[in-house]
């Protein structure tokens, strides 16, 4: 294969700059991450079992129904009798960090882009990019700039999991009705007034969807993340597959699954319930 | 909106609460050794040394990851140690793109790489193997891209003109196809390496390679971030000595493939070599 424009080498230099220029910040950003991952993994991890079990079945009665709490209960307690409760808390506290940041950056992203039609033209080829490049792709500069670990497990699923956020909040503003925000100006209300008080509320629902899928892109992403020794259930279905393990592979897969339906009605109560 | 921010300040508090009381993972005590996993002789070195150093009151955290994110890591000061690093011909290629590693110690010395079949196949050498393309379906099954087998197996197939294609998945995909096809009795030609389990499990042997395109005997090295030995002297020490002769090492690994729990494996074996573990850890 001849090359006629070599794109890579461009953004290999550009990468290579940025883990020889930025690695205070990295570092910084670094041990900040591991910190936050570390410490609620710490509480998670030595928090006994059944309390756990007990208030993740109490938000699931309260949210989502007597159904889903028991699923919820028995899923929870089928972990824990395989054997994979550490794992899982892991892999708990990885997707909480990661979900959270991309919260942070994502929800105030999505607002400017409903506000901004050149934010939003600069935004929408980023998002593209972010949720079509294979995902395996982020791990190269993940590593670069954080090494392997939890938060270069992170930065990748925050990258992965981020768009529908963003996405869905632009989408719940943009689809306020006008004349709400007509009638809320007549009352001479602020522009941050508006935003606090009309847009966003009535966008909630819209907004708290993108949160949902948030949540489970980034433990989709979990398993991948487990390649460069983020660990939790991740590393488990790896090593499952790494050693020919039926059993293993199945078990930490099925935990993922759990986790996954158990995070996904929670979260979907909370959007049924601002109806 | 309220009770969530509450909820959401009372997490960050218990979150920095904690992040003091977790220690700096830099703490002397710490040691991370970075693993390939799937490359049974890496993961059974790495038990054993964290077996030993866990039981002399270090802490090991072994970070499983490829091999050249593992080098990457290495070379930011960040995973403290390797013990899978294959030398002269494997990994030289990986090697150079990060001048900051250093070399501590080998761990053994016969170490082999290059085309495998099984033992009822009448071929014994690589350059029989375009006679017989048609039993091996013009396939060779290797191993991950990237890896460095890979790419020699690619030289071998131009040098020696094969009329061969080289399948590349996993590790563990080339061995399960290799076990089909010893159940089915069927050709097969694939990417191996020695020591590996699947030696001691199945009957198969190396193809002679006169052009020595796979090299000849290579060692497999214990490589370190660069001031490892200015931070940890009696592990540099250590990990100079630490060394398995072919025996210990085929023991080992057929005793960690058969093993359900390879730390619980990995510490009885050094139960058992309590002499030989002595001679490592002796300070002089």
């Not at chain 1, 490049?133 to 791990?139: G, T």
């Amino acid at each position: 294969m001849n090359k006629t424009i070599d794109i890579g080498q461009y953004v290999e230099t550009a990468i290579n700059w940025l883990t020889e220029n930025g690695k205070p910040v990295f570092d910084v950003i670094k041990h900040i991450g591991n910190s936050s991952i570390m410490g609620i993994e710490w509480v998670l991890v030595n928090t006994p079992f059944y309390v756990i079990i007990l208030f993740f079945t109490l938000l699931a009665l309260w949210k989502a129904g007597k159904g889903i709490a028991v699923v919820t209960a028995a899923g929870l307690s089928l972990i824990f009798l395989m054997g994979l409760w550490k794992e899982t808390m892991e892999t708990l506290a990885l997707i909480f960090v990661s979900t959270l940041t991309a919260l942070i950056i994502s929800i105030p992203l999505g607002i400017l882009a409903a506000k901004s039609t050149i934010a939003d033209k600069i935004i929408r080829p980023l998002l593209d990019l972010m949720q079509t490049m294979p995902a395996f792709v982020y791990l190269i500069p993940a590593v670069l700039f954080f090494s392997i670990g939890k938060v270069p497990g992170a930065f990748a699923t925050i990258i992965f999991a981020m768009p529908p956020a963003v996405r869905l909040t632009t989408l719940g503003i943009e689809a306020v009705p006008k004349d709400i925000v007509e009638a809320a100006r007549a009352f001479g209300a602020t522009n941050r007034q508006i935003l606090f008080k009309v847009e966003l509320p009535l966008a909630m629902k819209t907004i708290l969807t993108g949160i949902n899928q948030t949540i489970l892109l980034s433990l989709s992403m979990v398993v991948i993340a487990g390649m460069i020794a983020a660990g939790g259930l991740g590393e488990k279905v790896l090593e499952g597959i790494n050693n020919l393990d039926i059993g293993l592979g199945f078990e930490s897969g099925l935990s993922v699954v759990i986790l996954a339906i158990i995070l996904d009605r929670i979260t979907q109560g909370f959007v049924k319930k601002k109806q | 909106m309220k009770q969530l921010k509450y909820l959401f300040f009372s997490i960050l508090i218990v979150a920095f609460a904690t992040l003091n009381s977790c220690g700096n993972i830099k703490n002397s005590k710490y040691i991370t050794i970075g693993m390939v996993d799937g490359w049974a002789e890496d993961v059974a070195m790495t038990h054993v040394a964290k077996a030993i150093l866990d039981q002399q009151g270090y802490h090991v955290i072994i970070q499983k990851a490829s091999t050249d994110m593992i080098l990457a890591s290495m070379n930011n000061e960040d995973t403290d140690l390797f013990m899978g690093v294959w030398l002269p011909y494997t990994h030289a290629k990986k090697l150079a793109k990060f001048p900051g590693l250093a070399h501590i110690g080998t761990n053994y010395d016969n170490g082999r790489i290059g085309l495998v079949v099984p033992e009822y196949v009448p071929v014994n050498s690589i350059e029989e193997l375009n006679q017989h393309k048609d039993q091996f379906n013009q396939r060779i099954i290797g191993i991950e891209k990237g890896a460095g087998l890979t790419y020699e197996t690619d030289q071998a197939i131009i040098d020696y003109k094969l009329d061969y294609k080289q399948i590349n998945s996993s590790t563990i995909a080339m061995i399960t196809e290799l076990q089909n096809a010893i159940q089915r009795k069927q050709w097969i030609v694939v990417t191996g390496w020695q020591p590996h389990w699947m030696f001691s499990k199945m009957k198969l042997k190396f193809l002679n390679d006169p052009k020595k395109i796979f090299g000849e005997a290579e060692q497999i090295k214990t490589y370190a971030r660069k001031s490892f030995g200015k931070d940890h002297p009696e592990l540099a020490k250590f990990f100079s000595k630490l060394h398995f002769d072919d025996e210990n090492m085929a023991d080992l690994l057929m005793k960690m493939e058969q093993s359900k729990n390879k730390e619980a494996t990995a510490k009885e074996w050094v139960e058992e070599h309590s002499e030989l573990i002595q001679l490592w850890l002796d300070k002089n």
